[in-house]
């Protein structure tokens, strides 16, 4: 592994392994609430507006963050790939229109809009801001399967195979899926990016979680004004959604590289490319 995909590896991972294993490090904190923006008795991060202990906010505040953004896109994806392949796939110029007009009405909504109107409604439900999120992915997913899909369905690889006698669930299970892996890959990517941002935002904003809780965004939105006495109640938070996706991008970007342009890149002599 090159040092550079190291870097990106770590990044990813501090957020992830924080969310996953921090509840249970959080476990020694002192219970009681201690003055606000003031020291820490546990870390030397200090306490937040609510005197609890900043680290250990941090600890617990990243796991119900990342696995509602984790879902809403798994599922985002599930449909619009669905309706993205059925419309490159369809028989018909109509049942093309019919399935992705729709989704170039709902590209015209303001997501964050949308989002923060599903919020109010059911104050700060997380399975409603879930759902917002996931349906204002699922226009751009379904149109960029869509697009990734048709090369390869209408392809004459495609048309071989079925002269051939082979399945549909082969042609579409084998063939197509592994020829729309690495751009649908990539675009996983950016999707869980976007979905980090819109649940983040909805959580600054004041429409998401509840704002006692030591959600990340949260946390950052909650803490703001102190943030020339108390800078890390805000910074540690905020560096590790940043972190999470800036490394996600970058990781994803180096893994799904053309393996020609790192080739390239490696007879260059950047050997950390």
Same mark, same amino acid.
């Given at each position: 592994?090159?040092?550079?995909?190291?870097?990106?590896?770590?990044?990813?991972?501090?957020?992830?392994?924080?969310?996953?294993?921090?509840?249970?490090?959080?476990?020694?904190?002192?219970?009681?609430?201690?003055?606000?923006?003031?020291?820490?008795?546990?870390?030397?991060?200090?306490?937040?507006?609510?005197?609890?202990?900043?680290?250990?906010?941090?600890?617990?505040?990243?796991?119900?963050?990342?696995?509602?953004?984790?879902?809403?896109?798994?599922?985002?994806?599930?449909?619009?790939?669905?309706?993205?392949?059925?419309?490159?796939?369809?028989?018909?110029?109509?049942?093309?229109?019919?399935?992705?007009?729709?989704?170039?009405?709902?590209?015209?909504?303001?997501?964050?809009?949308?989002?923060?109107?599903?919020?109010?409604?059911?104050?700060?439900? #997380? $399975?409603?801001? @879930?759902?917002?999120?996931?349906?204002?992915? =699922? !226009? %751009?997913? &379904?149109?960029?399967?869509?697009?990734?899909?048709?090369?390869?369905?209408?392809?004459?690889?495609?048309?071989?195979?079925?002269?051939?006698?082979?399945?549909?669930?082969?042609?579409?299970?084998?063939?197509?899926?592994?020829?729309?892996?690495?751009?649908?890959?990539?675009?996983?990517?950016?999707?869980?990016?976007?979905?980090?941002?819109?649940?983040?935002?909805?959580?600054?904003?004041?429409?998401?979680?509840?704002?006692?809780?030591?959600?990340? #965004? $949260?946390?950052? @939105?909650?803490?703001?004004?102190?943030?020339? =006495? !108390? %800078?890390? &109640?805000?910074?540690?938070?905020?560096?590790?959604?940043?972190?999470?996706?800036?490394?996600?991008?970058?990781?994803?970007?180096?893994?799904?590289?053309?393996?020609?342009?790192?080739?390239?890149?490696?007879?260059?002599?950047?050997?950390?490319?």
């Amino acid at each position: 592994m090159t040092v550079r995909r190291w870097i990106y590896s770590v990044l990813v991972a501090v957020p992830v392994l924080v969310a996953t294993v921090g509840p249970f490090l959080a476990v020694g904190a002192p219970p009681h609430r201690q003055s606000p923006f003031g020291p820490s008795d546990w870390s030397p991060f200090g306490t937040d507006r609510l005197g609890r202990d900043v680290l250990a906010a941090a600890l617990t505040g990243g796991r119900t963050f990342l696995v509602v953004a984790a879902v809403t896109v798994a599922i985002a994806y599930l449909v619009g790939s669905l309706i993205g392949v059925a419309a490159a796939a369809a028989p018909r110029a109509w049942v093309d229109e019919l399935l992705m007009r729709p989704m170039d009405v709902l590209l015209c909504l303001p997501s964050l809009l949308i989002i923060m109107v599903a919020a109010l409604r059911t104050r700060g439900s #997380a $399975v409603a801001i @879930a759902c917002a999120i996931g349906f204002v992915l =699922i !226009a %751009p997913i &379904s149109r960029f399967v869509r697009m990734t899909a048709r090369g390869t369905v209408h392809g004459p690889v495609m048309d071989a195979l079925r002269m051939q006698g082979e399945s549909r669930a082969f042609r579409y299970g084998n063939y197509a899926v592994a020829e729309m892996s690495r751009p649908i890959a990539a675009d996983l990517a950016l999707r869980f990016t976007a979905a980090v941002y819109f649940l983040a935002s909805a959580n600054f904003l004041g429409l998401g979680f509840d704002t006692t809780s030591t959600d990340w #965004a $949260v946390s950052v @939105a909650a803490n703001k004004d102190a943030l020339t =006495i !108390a %800078p890390w &109640s805000v910074a540690l938070p905020a560096l590790l959604i940043v972190a999470l996706i800036v490394g996600v991008n970058l990781l994803a970007d180096d893994l799904l590289a053309d393996p020609r342009t790192r080739a390239a890149r490696l007879a260059t002599g950047d050997r950390d490319g």
